[in-house]
């Protein structure tokens, strides 16, 4: 059985890759950092659907606390096939009225978490020369929005990160991938007006949100062999928005 980490996943889009996942086959690691019974919920339901996961509490952004985790999911399982990076907060801020503490949140997150995870996961992978790495971007990697000046730059930080990894590890059979979301109904867009919404809803072609599920198709099938000759890549899906 394949095994795969999976970041952020106690809810939102994390959840719904780790229940993907679990249904394609992977054993699940599910970490997760602050919410002990929304981690469970993930994990009882790939439990009660037959398959297998163990929850992994820790802030991926405390490179000690990243190290313990992956020493221990992988003895724990044997080995790790795929990571996915996805742990990330969001912080909209215009630039002029930007709280220090704000910018080394985010980039503590959204790009050190993600740099250490896959240092130590790609240690693991080198032992089998065979391994996937799937970074969560965001079409704000590329797509300016107001008031997103952080948000944009850990995102577009994310991509280069993503294409400078596959260029480094490709000769060791791992690849490298990221998944650029636009906006996606979680909860992450629960603090935005809904006059705003519907300002965003009529900029998208699709004229709708993405789902979590969606999202998880997609890294589905850029974990599989279908798609073993890509790497470096980063995957748009944001319904036409940036075009």
């Known amino acids: 059985m394949k095994v795969a980490i999976v ?7 994390g959840k719904a890759c780790a229940l993907r996942l679990a249904a394609d086959g992977y054993a699940v690691a599910v970490n997760y950092a602050h919410n002990d019974e929304e981690a469970k919920k993930v994990l009882d339901e790939i439990v009660n659907n037959g398959g297998t996961a163990k929850l992994y509490k ?5 490179k000690d606390a990243v190290r313990k985790m992956v020493r221990e999911i992988d003895k724990d399982f044997g080995g790790i096939d795929l990571l996915v990076n996805n742990a990330g907060i969001v912080r909209d801020e215009y ?18 978490g993600y740099f250490y995870m896959s240092q130590q996961v790609a240690l693991k992978m080198f032992r089998k020369k065979s391994g996937v790495i799937i970074n969560m971007s965001s079409v704000s990697g590329s797509f300016a929005l107001a008031g997103q000046t952080v948000y944009s730059a850990t995102k577009g930080a994310v991509n280069a990160l993503t294409r400078t990894m596959a260029k480094e590890l490709g000769g060791y059979g791992i690849r490298v991938n990221a998944v650029a979301p636009g906006f996606v109904r979680t909860e992450m867009l629960d603090h935005i007006p809904e006059e705003k919404k ?16 969606e999202v998880a198709s ?5 974990a599989s062999d279908a798609c073993s000759y890509m790497t470096g890549q980063i995957l748009t899906m944001d ?4 075009l």
């Open 218 to 222: 997609l890294v589905s099938v850029l």
């Open 95 to 112: 630039l002029l009225m930007m709280n220090p503490d704000t910018l080394d949140k985010c980039f503590d997150l959204n790009v050190k």
């Open 198 to 213: 519907e300002e965003y809803l009529k900029a998208i072609p699709l004229h709708r949100l993405a789902e979590v599920e």
């Open 58 to 62: 820790a802030d991926v952004s405390d």
């Open 7 to 13: 970041t952020g996943a106690s809810k939102g889009i």
């Open 239 to 242: 319904g036409g928005l940036s």
